[in-house]
Nanobody, 123 residues
Framework: QVQLVESGGGLVQAGGSLRLSCAAS????????MGWFRQAPGKEREFVAG????????FYAASVKGRFTISKDNAKNTVYLQMNSLIPEDTAVYYC????????????????WGQGTQVTVSS
């Protein structure tokens, strides 16, 4: 089992920044993928960013590329999502997920999910 706990959400004004954290515990895996997804009210959950625990390929959704940065601290088993230049459209519940995935964008491939953290961006 893998447990994922997100933190760092909150209310921020447009143009501001937040850093989300996802702490993993239990059976973590060095060759797996960590991903961030989000779900806005009335919308389907969508991919935001993903990377391998071992490093290498990083992917971003087009809507956040250049504004968001995913990173990791292997010693802490923690993945971060630095969000800059936030806009109201970034308002959503943000989830981290992990698994052995071949397609970072495909939610069904992620076997473990956190409980989510709310991010609200005011205009």
């Amino acid at each position: 089992q893998v447990q994922l706990v997100e933190s760092g959400g909150g209310l921020v004004q447009a143009g501001g920044s937040l850093r989300l954290s996802c702490a993993a515990s239990g059976r973590t895996f060095s060759s797996g993928v960590m991903g961030w997804f989000r779900q806005a009210p009335g919308k389907e959950r969508e991919f935001v960013a993903g990377m391998k625990w071992s490093g290498g390929s990083i992917f971003y959704a087009a809507s956040v590329k250049g504004r968001f940065t995913i990173s990791k601290d292997n010693a802490k088993n923690t993945v971060y999502l630095q969000m800059n230049s936030l806009i109201p459209e970034d308002t959503a519940v943000y989830y981290c997920a992990s698994g052995y995935v071949s397609n970072y964008y495909r939610q069904s491939e992620y076997g473990y999910w956190g409980q989510g953290t709310q991010v609200t961006v005011s205009s």
